[in-house]
Structure formats: C-alpha cells, structure tokens
C-alpha cells in the first residue's frame, strides 16, 4: 500500500514535472529581457542619462544564477514617444520589467498601457499623480515631492530662518507638482511663499525673476527647477548678489549641475536628494561611485543610483524565482530590498522611497555634504 | 483616359495599399502603432499643404490647432465624459472654427508677418495648456477611453489603424474638394501672382477663411486621433516639435502636394524610430537625412514623382465666348497722388472710348502705371473721379471694378507655379472662355504645359490672355511689348486693334513709340504726375511741348 501511494506520488510528481517542471526548467535557462526607455535627448537628457546609467550598471551585474538582456530606448521629452518604444518594447522584447522615464508626462501616458500588459515600470520620476491613478506597476525609487519638498521646505525654514521665501519653479509637470507640495509644507510651517514665479525650460535670463523676488522681499529661493535652470538660477543669483539662501530642488546636487556653476557662486546653496553617491564616503557607495566613473567617465548622482537600486531589487525578484513581469511586479510590492542609497518597500502604491536629505555646498569645491537627514518622512518604513 | 489623367496619384494608392496589405499582413503591432502615427500626421500635414503649400502662407499655427483638437478630446471625454467619437467630432469642429478666427486678423499680412502673427498664437496655446488648470497643467489630461462605436472597441492597433487611415482617404478628398472647381488656381494665383489676383477680382480673404478652416479642421482631426492613440494630452502636444515635424513634411513632400506630404510623412515620422538606437546621435542622424532629402529634392518627392511618371495632360475644353458688356467710355479726371514727398500724379486723366485704343506715354517717373493701379483700384487716390460710363469707381473695390469690366495686365507678368497655362487664365473665368482667350493670343496649343515653363514672350500673352478670359470691357495693359521681338510685337498690334474693333476700349502703356504710334487712336502724355497733352494720336505728337518733354524730335518727324 505504502509502496503504491509512493509510486503514485511519484508518478504524478514525474507527471506534473513534465508538464509544468521541466518547461519551467527550460524557461529558467532563458535570459530574461528588461527595457531601459529613459530619455537620453531634450531638456531631461542629463537625468535621463543617469537613468541609463545606473540601469545599465545594475543590468550588467545580475546575483549568480540570474541572465538577463536589455535594450536602451531614447524616450526623449514627448508622451509620443515614450509611447512608442514602450509599444516596440511590450511587442518585441517582452521585458519583465522597464526602466521607465523621470519625465511625469510620460509616465502618465506609459502606465496604462503597461498596466494592461502587467509590465512593471521601474521609475524615479517625482510627479505625485503617478502612484495615485490606481495602476499596481508603477514602482518609484526616488521620494515623492510629499517626501523631499517636506525635507526642503522644513531645512528652509527650521534650520536656515526663512520666513518670506520666493519659489521659483518650473512649468513643467515636474516643477508643478513640487510647488503645490512646498506650498502646502510652508502652510503647515505657517510660511507663506512672497513670489510663486514660473519659469519655462527655455528661459535662461533669470534676472528677471531674483528681481521681482527681490522686489518682494524675498529671504530667500526655495528652487524647483531642472538641472540647466537651476544651474543659471544659482549663477544668476550669486552675480546679482542675491543675498538670501537659496535651498535647491534636486537637480543640484546632479554632479553634472554643480559642474556648470563655480564654487564660488554655491556657497551656502543647499539641496534636497534622495542620496549623494558622490558625498558618502561609505565603503559599498564608494565602491559604486569609483565603478561609475571608470565605466561612464560621469560622476554618479542620486538617480543613477536610484535606478540602479530599482534595477538590482528588479534582479533580486528574479533571482528570488520571479520568471514573469506579473511575478516581479508582485514581489516588488511585497518585499523590502537594502539598496545602496536606502531601504525601500512599498507604501502599497509603489512608493518604495521615503528618505530625503540636504545637501549643501561649502564654497570651495563642487562636492556637496550631507547637512541632514530626513528619514521615513511619510512614515511608511 | 481619365486613369491615365490621374496615375501619379493611382501609383501612389496601390503604393499605400500594398504597403497597408504587408503591414496588416505581419501583424506587427508596434509597427501598426507606428503606420497609425504616419497617419495622423499625414492628416494635419494634408490640411497644412493647402495653407503653406497653395495659399503660400507659413502659418506656423497648425500644430497649435493640432492641439486644440486633442484637447478638444481631451477635455469633452475626461471632463464632460463624452464618448470619443464626439470628442472626435468636436475636435475637427473647434479648431476649424479657431483657424477661421487665425485667418481673420491676418487676412492682409504677407510673409513673415503672417509667421510671426500664427507663431504668436501658437505660443499663446502652449501657454494656455500650460498653465490652465482645466487642461491639467503640465500633467496635461490623462485616462482618455478608447474609441469605441456603438460599444465596438476601435483601439486595437489594427483597428485603430485602419480608422485613422479611412480618415487619411477623407482628409485627401476634402483636400480635392477645397481644390477643385479651379480653386487651385485661384489659390496658386493668390499665392504667386497677388496683384494679378486683385486686378482680376479674387477675393483672398474668402479664400484665406476657407483654407485656414479646412485646414484648421484637418489638424484638429489628427490631434483627435493622437489624444486617442496616447490615451493622455500634454503641453508637448503644442510645442513648436509638431509644426517642425509638418513643416518638414510638406517641405520634403513637396510644396503643395498632398501625395507626397503622406508619402514624406511614411518617411519622416518613423525615422526617428529608425535612428533612436543611435541615442544621443540620433538627432544629428536625422537632421543630416532631413537636409540630404532637402537638398536632392528641391521638388520634394512628389515633384521627382512627377518627373519620373507624369500625368498626361487632360483634355482641352472647347472654347466659349466670355459674356460681353457694352460700355462706351472710361473717364479719369483731377486724379491725384502722392507717396511721401513724391507727388506721383498731380491732376491728371484721360478718356478711353470703346473702340479705340488709347495710349498713354511719358517719361519714366511720369505716373503711367500709378493711374492704372488707381483705376483698377491697386492703388487709392488722394482726389479725383474716375468713371465708367456714370458709374463712379474709387469707392469700389478692385473686385468690384474687375466685376464691371476691368481688366489689367502688367509690365512684370506675375505667373503662378504648379498650375497649367489653361488653369492660369481660368481663375476668373470658364475654362472655356480661358481657351477662348489662349486662342485669341495664339496659346491654344500650350494650354496644358506647365504655366512657369513658358518663356518671356509667351507669358506676355498669358498675362493678357488672363485679362480676356473675364470678358473685360476695358482693357489697361502696362507696358505690352516690352522684351518682344518684332514679330511679335506685330501680331500683339494686330491683337489690340482686333480687340479694339470688338467694341473693346484699350488702354495701352507704352515707351516704344513705333509699337503704339500705329495703333493708337489717341494719346495722352503725361509729364511729373500731369496731363501735358492729349488727343488724336497725330496730334499729340506734333505737340511741340510733347516733342520737347518726351519724343524728341526724331520720333515727331
């Protein structure tokens, strides 16, 4: 009896092997496929570019066991064509998971049509309808705006006095979404902003605007703008003689942003981040930032390493025996994963970030530190 | 015969068709997606060619109203929860209705002015969307539903393909239609010869209004159609990158020319879905292959289709008598005007009688061809009276005046570009009575070539061929002779005494004395904007104060 109920079992288990086991096998063997679809041209290519980047590190770099291939897509600035390659991506690649544009625009007309396919997109874009749209794939590796503009908005007023600030932002999604939640921080902090100035992409004569700023008694520039127009906006400031602190949105602590203004011009000036791969002097981050340099002659920034911590929990669900996007997708959502720049679990809507910290420059090199650190400012680690 | 007529346009069908039928064939969505695209810009850019391309306006408004139209979606499904297909009706109906408002205020601006006007408009739309809080800010608008008819999903991509390219076979017959019944060559005639056009009584505003609405409706049709195929509008859908991208398509299609704005737009748009593995270098990829293809096709594709596989020419008409009126003078009295400090005309006039040919001489600077322009309204006077029969003229329009009779040629002929010798005389007139008019001037045989390929001589009688086609009763030509040879200048003598006897009053402008001495039947000479003589022709010229200003006095004996 014991010995038929044991052929038995083994027969159905050689049954079962054969008809689900042994193809599953077979399918482990296959690489998967990833798409990196990030915006490498226009006014997002800096961001963009370290998008890329830190995908591609993470990509190259797979836990033992796992194999996968990847494909990089410019998506560039247009919803259009983001839509387009995420199309070309579902049908010819079909990814387990995308890395998927900084660029809110495009991710609001990307979600839905990965939603249908049940393709995780892998983000560090800050547009806060984002995970608010009720699409379970959208997993986003960089704080929301309600978790950086707490951390900017709190380091103006509570540590550097502002009582009178001048925001200047950007009208783009981007720029949008961080003004209405800095105004809502300041509201809480019982500061009201002097000036909200909006500021196209393509404008590059900010006097204009430090002298309306001025003109209404300004203390000083909470700034929500893009790596080029911060760049010209501190510039601008410090030849002007803008005599307030300045506390920057998070494209200034971009290496590549830094690069463009002189030491001189950034003393004083700080910034909200996620991280500052280039500031830790931890052991693991300076290891990362040293790779980075060698492989894209770049100085890393935090959403280079976002993305490559987005990519490699990616790699972790793989390696964890997630083989489909929808297994990733759901591993994603129920796991916590260490990365380099934090530790990052889902809020239930795919917000995995939730530290913030500022950064600010010393004068005398292009090297931010780290002045503090807003940990869990939501609460949800 | 007719299929021989149009086999450019039958190759370019079966070119399309077979293109459709491989594409189907794969089943290869993405590439579906992507002949979807070629589509809908294929429709704003058919819609631009009749603007840029006929009228010969750079309206850089047309990816403004590319955007009003997914807005229009946009709005009427997200907001007010229409279902597409009447979102999609509503955004061909307002910016029809918004690019009937641009052609308003710019009815009367040229060139550059008319580029900067629309390029204010499309920035004041890229502004609006960015900012407004009911176009969703820089977000823009998103969770826009599929298009669905009588709950039969359209958004599958051949579907959707196949929708967009029923809407491509649409936009190409309104185009035919805003084109036909001698429309183009009203429109190449506003386009290129702009004062002709006036003289001959076009009205460029009504044309303007129908091309700018059209237009308008066919770039609001395709915007529908990318908020459908996005599901989300953004402010992206405003920026100046649309009207590049339809610029560039009309451009390499070749002006004017709807086949090969769609076949350019089959090459443009997927381009840079060709090129985007080059990453950063793709832009410079495709601005080298966009300016390779400007450079070898200065016709744009469809001028080298028309090369390689032209049309045959469509069959002449038989030729009609234009209806005739009968008037027995013009009379041009006091008639004054000035230019700054120059006092062009300073009281001058003359009578030009039916059945006579009057000329009027001077020296250069004398103010001849300023009393045409102010007798067939080009120009307006500061004083005088000028009459045809009892009826006063300077308070009408040069359409109006054309309407009575009047009927001018020029001392530069202005020639428009892609319409045939028949098409040029006709806008104003029955291809008929146009046949009628080529014969009169000996170009019945040209009546299908090409109107630029005529020569100097040749378009001299064009330009009066095109006056008589309307049927005038008077007749002001400036300067007819000039640059023909002697033969020639014979046969246009035995043309205007012809014309003349025909109950006709000539009025003919003219330096070379031993071309219109004989002709004449009187003169009139005018000298710094006055009349110095006038009168029998023989009389004139025996004038000693006619001698002394402007014959000479080997030219009196």
Known sequence: MHMTITRSLMTLSAAVALAIGMPATAQADDPLAVSVLVPITGFLALEGTAQRNGAVMALDNPPEGVRVTYDVADTATSPEVAVTALRRALDRQKPVAIAAPIFGTQMLAMAPIADRADVPLITVSGTAKLTELGHDIVFRFFPTDAVVKVAQARYAVQDLGMKRPAILFQTTAYGQSGRTELVRVLGDLGVAPVLEEAIDPGIKDFVPALERAAAAG???????????????????????????????????????????????????????????????????????????????????????????????????????????????????????????????????????????????????????????????????? | MRLAVHRRGLAYVMLFLTAGAVLLGAGDAYAMRVATLVGTYAIAAIGFQLVFGRLGLLALSQGALFAIGAYALALSSVHWGWPPVLGLVLSVVVPALAGALVAVPIARLESHYVA????????????????????????????????????????????????????????????????????????ATLRDAPHAALALGLDPISNRLLAFTVAGALAGLAGGFQALGLGVVSPAVARFDVMITLLAIAVVGGRGSVWGAVTAAAILVPLPEVFRGLEQAYLLAYGVMLLAAVVALPTGIDGLVRRVLPDAPAPTPTPAAPKSRKISVLRVERVAKRFGGVQALDGAGFDARAGEVTGIIG????????????????????????????????????????????????????????????????????????????????????????????????RRRLDIARALAAGPTILLLDEPASGLGAGERADLAVLLCALAKSGMAVVVVEHGMDFLLPIADRLVCLDAGRVLAAGPTDAVCRDPAVIAAYLGTESAS
């Open chain 1, 218 to 381: 300004a203390d000083g520039l909470l700034l929500q703008l893009h790596s080029g127009p911060t760049a010209l906006a501190v510039r601008q400031a410090h030849e002007r003689g803008f005599e307030g602190p300045i506390v920057a949105g998070s494209a200034l602590h971009q290496p590549t942003t830094a690069a463009l203004v002189e030491p001189a011009a950034l003393a004083g000036v700080c910034a909200e981040s996620a991280s500052s791969p280039v500031s830790d002097s931890g052991a693991e981050m300076a290891a990362f930032a040293e790779a980075y340099r060698q492989r894209f002659e770049a100085e890393p920034d935090a959403f280079a390493l976002a993305q490559y911590d987005g990519m490699n929990m990616v790699l972790a669900a793989l390696a964890a025996g997630a083989r489909t996007a929808e297994a990733v997708k759901i591993w994603l959502a129920g796991n916590r994963f260490q990365g380099l720049a934090m530790e990052y679990v889902s809020d239930g809507t795919g917000n995995m970030a939730h530290d913030a910290i500022i950064l600010c420059y010393d004068g005398l090199t292009r090297t931010p530190v780290v002045r503090k650190r807003y940990d869990n400012v939501d609460g949800v680690r």
């Open chain 2, 116 to 187: 900067l006007a629309t390029l204010g408009l499309a920035q004041l739309v890229l502004l609006a969307v960015t900012n407004l809080e009911v176009t969703g800010g820089a977000n823009g608008l998103y969770g826009i539903p599929p298009l669905t008819v009588f709950g039969f999903d359209l958004s599958d991509s051949w579907r959707m393909l196949a929708v967009v390219w029923v809407a491509v076979a649409m936009a190409l017959c309104v185009f035919a239609w805003a084109t036909g019944a001698g429309r183009a060559g009203r429109l």
């Open chain 2, 363 to 458: 020296a250069n600077g004398s103010g001849k061809t300023t009393l045409l322009n102010i007798v067939t309204g080009l120009e307006t006077a500061d004083a005088g009276v000028v009459r045809l029969d009892a009826i006063p003229l300077l308070n009408h329009s040069p359409r109006a005046r054309a309407g009575l009779g009047l009927a001018r040629g020029f001392q530069h002929p202005e020639i428009p570009g892609g319409i045939d010798v028949l098409a040029t005389v006709s806008v104003a007139a029955t291809l008929g009575a146009g046949m009628a008019a080529l014969e009169r001037v000996g170009l019945a045989g040209r009546a299908r070539v090409p109107a630029t390929s005529l020569g100097p001589a040749e």
